[in-house]
């Protein structure tokens, strides 16, 4: 007995003197320095959304705020687009956003397509990467900006191998100058809110016999601070009806995910000149979640017709703007598991004629390859 009241009264004692130093503590650096998870309440982390609801779908609701995402594939194969898509859906929020074209090719027509508003983004053309970093590093800091892309990390070339000649070896500079950079922003983004995507080129590791020999650009320290890792490769070309090219096909795969379930892959169209389809996300998406059947060639929306073939309903969804939003509206509540697939539809596709339906796919591919 006398032992438990000796335990008791050390263990008051011991939360007496925590309680002075948190506060302590929080005098000297400023309230919220430490805290007890209990007394704050649970925050959901807030998503942008990237103009692609499959790939949202991958990401967990989107690409997050106020983390570091990285995003990296293949020339041409549509990171631009996907990083100017999130400076739309920003600004459409009433948000500011900040491109770094670090390669100075940033195209004003483009990305007015793609719904940019370019009167109010912020753009730099960095002389040297400590520069394109520097700025990026102040604005998160400023606290009055949503979202900062940085195009690209190879681009982001160190002053000293600027002013070196063609041919020295700068062994490291870039990845010193990322790893610096990243332990500055990463912080400073998270406690303002501030996203920063950073896209990223491929490179060919030397000697490598087996094993992918693929290597990002700029270092390790990227793959750690990131809290979203995006790999984007282009599939397939899209033929328009007299054959040619109006688009390509993008599959992008979550490698890495700090804030929902990694490794979920997404596909989405991307049409020369006018960016992510937007209506071919909304369709694969909710056939994905059953809000929209595929009987044969036909889509329905409960006991409405959409159209015969994929291209005929997106033409449709594209002309129907309040049946395109209707749907959109039931595949987001679905998601987030606030309404019963039952009850949109009469006759739900059963899990029989999903694994049939993919079945058939698979064995058309095979025809195909």
């Known amino acids: 007995m006398a032992l438990e009241k000796s335990l008791e009264k050390e263990k008051e004692q011991k939360a007496r003197v925590l309680e002075g130093t948190m506060s302590e503590l929080n005098n000297r650096f400023g309230k919220g320095s430490i805290m007890r998870l209990g007394s704050e309440p649970e925050q959901k982390v807030a998503t942008i959304p990237s103009g692609s609801l499959t790939l949202d779908i991958a990401l967990g609701g989107g690409l997050p705020r106020g983390r570091i995402i990285e995003i990296y594939g293949p020339e041409s194969s549509g990171k631009t687009t996907l990083a100017l898509h999130a400076i739309a859906e920003v600004q459409k929020q009433g948000g500011t956003a900040v491109l770094i074209d670090a390669e100075h090719a940033f195209d004003v027509s483009y990305a007015k397509r793609l719904g940019v508003d370019t009167d109010g983004m912020l753009l730099c053309q960095p002389d040297s990467g400590e520069m394109a970093l520097e700025v990026a590093d102040q604005l998160v800091r400023s606290q009055s900006v949503d979202i900062i892309a940085v195009d690209s990390v190879a681009a982001l070339v160190p002053r000293s191998e600027?002013?070196?000649?063609?041919?020295?070896?700068?062994?490291?500079?870039?990845?010193?100058?990322?790893?610096?950079?990243?332990?500055?922003?990463?912080?400073?983004?998270?406690?303002?809110?501030?996203?920063?995507?950073?896209?990223?080129?491929?490179?060919?590791?030397?000697?490598?016999?087996?094993?992918?020999?693929?290597?990002?650009?700029?270092?390790?320290?990227?793959?750690?601070?990131?809290?979203?890792?995006?790999?984007?490769?282009?599939?397939?070309?899209?033929?328009?009806?007299?054959?040619?090219?109006?688009?390509?096909?993008?599959?992008?795969?979550?490698?890495k995910?700090?804030?929902?379930?990694?490794?979920?892959?997404?596909?989405?169209?991307?049409?020369?000149?006018?960016?992510?389809?937007?209506?071919?996300?909304?369709?694969?998406?909710?056939?994905?979640?059953?809000?929209?059947?595929?009987?044969?060639?036909?889509?329905?929306?409960?006991?409405?017709?959409?159209?015969?073939?994929?291209?005929?309903?997106?033409?449709?969804?594209?002309?129907?703007?309040?049946?395109?939003?209707?749907?959109?509206?039931?595949?987001?509540?679905?998601?987030?598991?606030?309404?019963?697939?039952?009850?949109?539809?009469?006759?739900?596709?059963?899990?029989?004629?999903?694994?049939?339906?993919?079945?058939?796919?698979?064995?058309?591919?095979?025809?195909?390859?």
């Open 257 to 369: 995910n700090k804030c929902a379930a990694p490794f979920k892959a997404a596909e989405f169209d991307i049409m020369f000149g006018g960016g992510i389809s937007s209506v071919g996300c909304l369709l694969d998406a909710a056939e994905g979640v059953g809000v929209v059947q595929r009987k044969g060639a036909w889509y329905s929306f409960g006991e409405q017709r959409v159209g015969q073939g994929r291209e005929k309903s997106m033409a449709a969804l594209t002309e129907n703007t309040a049946l395109a939003k209707e749907i959109e509206d039931h595949t987001r509540r679905k998601l987030a598991g606030e309404v019963d697939i039952n009850s949109l539809i009469d006759d739900p596709i059963a899990a029989s004629d999903i694994a049939e339906a993919d079945e058939s796919e698979l064995e058309l591919e095979e025809e195909e390859v």
């Open 162 to 255: 600027i002013e070196g000649e063609i041919g020295n070896l700068q062994l490291g500079a870039q990845a010193r100058l990322m790893s610096q950079a990243m332990r500055k922003v990463t912080a400073n983004a998270s406690k303002c809110g501030c996203t920063v995507i950073m896209l990223n080129q491929l490179r060919q590791k030397i000697g490598i016999m087996f094993g992918n020999p693929e290597v990002t650009s700029g270092g390790q320290a990227l793959k750690f601070y990131a809290s979203v890792r995006i790999d984007v490769r282009r599939k397939a070309t899209i033929e328009g009806a007299k054959g040619e090219m109006v688009g390509i096909k993008v599959k992008a795969k979550v490698v």
